[in-house]
């Protein structure tokens, strides 16, 4: 037995299980006595002994995060968002994913129209848990004419078999109004498997960008309404409305115990409750509250909240966007640019907050690959990263 992989080296099989990604490395690397089996550049074979009493991860680091390439969607959804965006944005963006490996490593949502028999085999034998699964409609004939795949219309014994075999899924279903609404949207909820963990119900997304696409009703008003009353007709615990929906109905967002633990939080359910919860009860800890001067920036749906919480403190500026359309206003897909050409030339205090999801993760570069130096140079001001943790956030701005 040698000691100590190096870099370069290529994992073969752990234990005597081949490893062929990430979750046959995650799977098998639980154990307390591991035999790893390695080959070098030149294709030497090495085996290293490790210890692991405490089963915590063995540290190894891959080129490629999933291992392998990824997996891309075999779909043409009516509404996909992808289809929908504009040039000019990072090239990453153009990729449709639809792999299980990376609904359990990142919360994508995943259609199982591109999984083989074999692979939900092997989901299901991993205990690859958790599992994001896009719906959107349980009624065969309709999911597949939404999502133009025949193998759409296999969901729900592929859908029941994975809750059936303890894997923790939570549910998605995009409405689009005149399609998956009404009582088809009321069919679903009734229809998704008792044993599910979660749903979420979340309004399509349409930016200005969809010439040759399937014409599609924009969510206004009455329509979110509409799907509000379905969903609460139906009365489901573990069924929750997206915010958004909320906003648009112009209805009072529920308080945070309606998200229990926020399962869908990711998927943009809770996120704005939670948000003023959390500062409203930092604020309320604290008799004096001293801070730098300050403005804030955020996509337009969350900007009145904003405004609400912080309107004596400082000025709060909602972005709209001409980069995918003004439906779209949350503040995830602002752009750097738009960011730019709204604030120049605005009353911009010592320091501008912007939320961290209007940047790629982990980086400093907005969609459209500009950059936060970018937007420092251009605006002439501090540009401070905020978590989006109401606490996290009051604690910044009063330096408590």
Avoid: W
């Amino acid at each position: 037995m040698k000691a100590g992989i190096k870099s370069g080296e290529t994992l073969i099989a752990i234990n005597g299980h081949i490893i062929e990604d990430v979750l046959d490395y995650r799977f098998y690397s639980a154990d307390d006595i591991l035999t790893v089996e390695t080959h070098t550049p030149d294709q030497t074979v090495r085996l290293y002994r490790i210890a692991n009493p405490n089963y915590y991860p063995i540290g190894l680091t891959f080129k490629n995060a999933l291992m392998d390439s990824a997996k891309s969607c075999s779909n043409r959804c009516v509404f996909c968002f992808v289809d929908q965006l504009p040039d000019g944005l990072r090239q990453t963006l153009y990729f449709k994913d639809d792999d299980a490996r990376l609904s359990f490593l990142q919360g994508n949502y995943i259609t199982l129209t591109n999984l083989s028999e074999r692979e939900l085999d092997r989901v299901i034998a991993l205990k690859i848990s958790p599992i994001h699964v896009s719906v959107h409609t349980t009624n065969p004939d309709l999911r597949v004419r939404m999502m133009g795949n025949i193998r759409a219309a296999e969901l729900m014994p592929r859908l029941r078999r994975l809750c059936d075999s303890g894997i923790e899924v939570h549910c998605q279903i995009v409405v689009c109004p005149g399609i998956n609404d009404g009582t088809e949207l009321e069919r679903t909820l009734l229809e998704i498997p008792d044993n599910c963990a979660s749903i979420s119900v979340v309004p399509v997304g349409l930016t200005k960008h969809r010439a040759g696409l399937t014409p599609l009703t924009p969510v206004g008003k009455l329509e979110a309404v509409d799907i509000i009353n379905a969903v609460e007709r139906v009365g489901r615990k573990n069924a929750y409305i997206a915010d958004e929906l909320f906003l648009k109905a112009e209805r009072e967002l529920p308080g945070v115990d309606y998200y229990d633990d926020f399962p869908q939080f990711e998927n943009g359910v809770g996120m704005l409750a939670l948000f003023e919860d959390e500062f409203s009860k930092t604020i309320k800890r604290h008799k004096k509250t001293r801070f730098t001067p300050f403005s804030v920036a955020s996509g337009a749906a969350a900007a009145p909240m904003l405004e609400r919480l912080l309107g004596e403190y400082g000025n709060v500026y909602a972005v709209q966007n001409d980069k995918f359309g003004h439906s779209v206003d949350v503040a995830g897909l602002v752009t750097g640019g738009d960011l730019i050409a709204q604030l120049r030339g605005k009353k911009l205090e010592q320091r501008l907050y912007i939320p961290n999801v209007m940047l790629r993760g982990g980086d400093d570069v907005f969609l459209d690959d500009v950059s936060i130096g970018d937007v420092t140079r251009a605006l002439n001001v501090e540009v401070v990263v905020c978590e989006n943790d109401g606490a996290a956030f009051a604690e910044r701005i009063f330096d408590l």
